[in-house]
Nanobody, 123 residues
């Protein structure tokens, strides 16, 4: 079973950067597509990015295109989300998910979800 675990969240000033990690001990992680979502208080869960199992295909949500970059290192069972030019409105809990079908990732119905990591951007 793939149980993603997020890390790397924290407090950063507007304009700064953070790099989140999503990892698992499952040996089948390299066969799964992985995505990132975020959820702010009182708002719906928002799709940010997704990457295929091979790392050759990726998708981004409109609000983060050009600022966030998703990548993966299957040797380390880890997917990263590099976040640059952060804004106060990026403040949220960031969650990663995993599934063998990338469209399930993008539509928020993936089989496996992490617990999330808090990102706070101060103005």
């Amino acid at each position: 079973q793939v149980q993603p675990v997020e890390s790397g969240g924290g407090l950063v000033q507007a304009g700064g950067s953070l790099k989140l990690s999503c990892t698992t001990s499952a040996r089948t992680f390299g066969n799964h597509c992985v995505g990132w979502f975020r959820q702010a208080p009182g708002k719906e869960r928002e799709f940010l990015a997704a990457i295929s199992d091979t790392g050759r295909t990726w998708y981004y949500g409109d609000s983060v295109k050009g600022r966030f970059t998703i990548s993966r290192d299957n040797g380390k069972n880890t997917v990263y989300l590099q976040m640059d030019s952060l804004k106060p409105e990026d403040t949220a809990v960031y969650l990663c998910n995993a599934d063998i079908i990338i469209d399930r990732i993008r539509h928020g119905v993936a089989a496996y979800w992490g617990q999330g990591t808090q990102v706070t951007v101060s103005s």
